[in-house]
Nanobody
Framework: EVQLVESGGGLVQPGESLRLSCAAS????????MSWVRQAPGKELEWVSS????????DYTDSVKGRFTISRDNAKNTLYLQLNSLKTEDTAMYYC?????????????RGQGTQVTVSS
């Protein structure tokens, strides 16, 4: 059974940082591209970032480029997202998901999410 468990969210002020983690199990994590997606209140699910399996190529949506960093530790079956210089518009539920940019929004394998709230 595929399991994805996110953690690390919280309430922070604008400009602060958070590090999200996603513990994966039940599938071949090291062979899977992985993504972070998010959903803000009243908005559709949005792709945020992806990292490929073999060569760890990363990709980001324009609004987070230069501020967020995706990474992975295949030995720990864990995906990360470092969020720096957070803005109020980054407030959302963040989910890790299997797949890359092209299919992360439609994959059936997504965690329960971790809430990030950016507010002064």
């Amino acid at each position: 059974e595929v399991q994805l468990v996110e953690s690390g969210g919280g309430l922070v002020q604008p400009g602060e940082s958070l590090r999200l983690s996603c513990a994966a199990s039940g599938f071949s994590f090291s062979r899977s591209s992985m993504s972070w997606v998010r959903q803000a209140p009243g908005k559709e699910l949005e792709w945020v970032s992806s990292i490929t399996s073999g060569d760890w190529i990363t990709d980001y949506t324009d609004s987070v480029k230069g501020r967020f960093t995706i990474s992975r530790d295949n030995a720990k079956n864990t995906l990360y997202l470092q969020l720096n210089s957070l803005k109020t518009e980054d407030t959302a539920m963040y989910y890790c998901a299997t797949g890359g940019r092209s299919n992360a929004l439609v994959t059936p394998f997504r965690g329960q999410g971790t809430q990030v709230t950016v507010s002064s």
